[in-house]
């Protein structure tokens, strides 16, 4: 089955990481739960604040509901959960997947939630779904779903929809909803499936759809140029137009851009420069700053080939801010880190919940404000520490919390 893009995130759940915010001298990490497998495994980011106050979240593995079929991921069957926690810690299991025969809720959520206009949760997930067909070795494509805070879960569309070989797409990533109050998003692959270019299960597919669960594939991609293998995770500029990026073809990942209705431009190519000092191998989604351009992380490439943090315009100009592993340590490790495992997020200051005042908002409005992001130090760091946490004071960000209309950063004011 095609469980792809689920994320190798640590299995608890901090106050820091609630509170998105860069670390700063007084700031103090606390673990408001460890994880064991009847509540879930490799809980998926980002978490999204309900209207109720409490935080909620996915976990791509484990719960109550096994299965080697649908949830096979080597040693492991668990199929997932939807978990709340309340800011001092109380955790429970909102829903476990797989709960229905054949798992036609779904299985394996391998992103976070989205919180809707309507006050309900919406996400998806990697496999069950009501097409047990071949395509995806019978374990099903791929569900988007809406939940209720009381755990009451309703399947708004089941992926493998549209044939033949599921034009529609298998194995869908992150939501954002958008302006228009409908949900856009990519898959990994399905879409065009001839075997061409190197997608023997189609390249992916960029998709809305509506709170009512009705279903449109915006663009097909075909590996012709236009890039491979959607990331998760799209980001509605000021424009209106959502930007994304890929893990491959166009070169070594691109960026691309792609209007509501469904008009497709790629913008960048990485790898485009020579030894790949602009970056190879996007991760993560973008983050629109104060200027309008746009902010994002590769994995590889860059001045050493350890990764870059780059800044790129709506017309697809792009710069490096930075090229990891530009400094090392006593034991020969990169000091600054290297090979960056997620894309940037927004600093939050204010209460232990995320919630920022007026005042706070202005301020923040009007100041320069670092950006954090995770990366992996790939040499020399303790397995126990896999994660460093670091600071670009270059990026300006004007709108430090989410809106609680999209998991996604909110936008600014151009694009560049």
């Given at each position: 089955?095609?469980?792809?893009?689920?994320?190798?995130?640590?299995?608890?759940?901090?106050?820091?990481?609630?509170?998105?915010?860069?670390?700063?001298?007084?700031?103090?990490?606390?673990?408001?739960?460890?994880?064991?497998?009847?509540?879930?495994?490799?809980?998926?980011?980002?978490?999204?604040?309900?209207?109720?106050?409490?935080?909620?979240?996915t976990?791509?593995?484990?719960?109550?509901?096994?299965s080697?079929k649908?949830?096979?991921?080597?040693?492991?069957?668990?199929?997932?959960?939807?978990?709340?926690?309340?800011?001092?810690?109380?955790?429970?299991?909102?829903?476990?997947f797989?709960?229905?025969?054949?798992?036609?809720?779904g299985?394996?959520?391998?992103?976070?939630?989205?919180?809707?206009?309507?006050?309900?949760?919406?996400?998806?997930?990697?496999?069950?779904?009501?097409?047990?067909?071949?395509?995806?070795?019978g374990?099903?494509?791929?569900t988007?779903?809406?939940?209720?805070?009381?755990?009451?879960?309703?399947?708004?569309?089941s992926?493998c929809?549209?044939?033949?070989?599921?034009?529609?797409?298998?194995?869908?990533?992150?939501?954002?909803?958008?302006a228009?109050?409908?949900?856009?998003?990519?898959t990994?692959?399905?879409?065009?499936?001839?075997?061409?270019n190197?997608?023997?299960?189609?390249?992916?597919?960029?998709?809305?759809?509506t709170?009512?669960?009705?279903?449109?594939?915006?663009?097909?991609?075909?590996?012709?140029?236009?890039?491979?293998?959607?990331?998760?995770?799209?980001?509605?500029?000021?424009?209106?137009n959502?930007?994304?990026?890929?893990?491959?073809g166009?070169?070594?990942?691109?960026?691309?851009?792609?209007?509501?209705?469904?008009?497709?431009?790629?913008?960048?190519?990485?790898?485009?420069?020579?030894n790949?000092?602009?970056?190879?191998?996007?991760?993560?989604?973008?983050?629109?700053?104060?200027?309008?351009?746009?902010y994002g992380?590769?994995?590889?490439?860059?001045?050493?080939?350890?990764?870059?943090?780059?800044?790129?315009?709506?017309?697809?100009?792009?710069t490096?801010?930075?090229?990891?592993?530009?400094?090392?340590?006593?034991?020969?490790?990169?000091?600054?880190?290297?090979?960056?495992?997620a894309?940037?997020?927004?600093?939050?200051?204010g209460?232990?919940?995320?919630?920022?005042?007026?005042?706070?908002?202005?301020?923040?409005?009007?100041?320069?404000?670092?950006?954090?992001?995770?990366?992996?130090?790939?040499?020399?760091?303790?397995?126990?520490q896999?994660?460093?946490?670091?600071?670009?004071?270059?990026?300006?960000?004007?709108?430090?919390?989410?809106?609680r209309?999209?998991?996604?950063?909110?936008?600014?004011?151009?694009?560049?």
């Amino acid at each position: 089955m095609k469980n792809t893009w689920l994320g190798k995130i640590g299995l608890f759940v901090a106050a820091i990481c609630v509170a998105t915010a860069v670390a700063s001298p007084a700031q103090t990490f606390n673990t408001l739960f460890k994880f064991s497998a009847g509540d879930g495994e490799a809980a998926n980011g980002p978490l999204v604040q309900g209207t109720d106050g409490n935080f909620y979240g996915t976990a791509g593995l484990g719960g109550a509901n096994h299965s080697r079929k649908y949830c096979s991921n080597g040693d492991q069957y668990g199929c997932g959960t939807i978990f709340e926690i309340t800011p001092k810690g109380k955790f429970s299991v909102v829903y476990n997947f797989c709960s229905l025969t054949d798992c036609a809720d779904g299985g394996v959520p391998s992103a976070g939630l989205v919180l809707a206009t309507n006050g309900n949760l919406c996400g998806t997930t990697n496999s069950g779904g009501a097409n047990n067909n071949g395509d995806c070795n019978g374990a099903g494509c791929g569900t988007v779903f809406e939940i209720t805070s009381a755990g009451k879960l309703t399947t708004l569309y089941s992926f493998c929809s549209q044939q033949p070989s599921c034009a529609d797409g298998i194995g869908p990533g992150q939501l954002v909803q958008g302006a228009n109050g409908n949900f856009f998003g990519t898959t990994a692959s399905g879409g065009i499936l001839d075997g061409n270019n190197g997608c023997p299960d189609g390249c992916g597919t960029v998709f809305e759809i509506t709170q009512a669960g009705q279903f449109t594939t915006l663009y097909k991609f075909c590996g012709c140029g236009d890039g491979e293998f959607p990331l998760s995770g799209l980001v509605q500029a000021a424009n209106g137009n959502f930007y994304g990026m890929t893990g491959a073809g166009g070169g070594y990942g691109s960026v691309f851009e792609i209007t509501p209705a469904g008009k497709f431009s790629q913008i960048y190519s990485f790898c485009s420069l020579p030894n790949c000092a602009d970056g190879e191998g996007p991760v993560g989604t973008l983050l629109q700053g104060a200027s309008g351009y746009l902010y994002g992380a590769t994995q590889s490439g860059g001045a050493y080939a350890s990764g870059t943090i780059f800044e790129i315009t709506g017309r697809g100009k792009l710069t490096t801010l930075h090229s990891f592993c530009a400094e090392e340590n006593s034991q020969g490790a990169c000091a600054d880190g290297s090979t960056p495992q997620a894309g940037l997020i927004r600093p939050v200051t204010g209460t232990s919940t995320g919630r920022l005042r007026s005042a706070e908002m202005r301020q923040l409005s009007s100041a320069p404000l670092p950006v954090a992001a995770r990366f992996s130090n790939s040499r020399g760091v303790s397995s126990s520490q896999p994660f460093t946490v670091f600071a670009h004071k270059r990026t300006v960000l004007t709108a430090p919390f989410r809106s609680r209309h999209s998991c996604s950063p909110p936008t600014e004011r151009s694009t560049g």
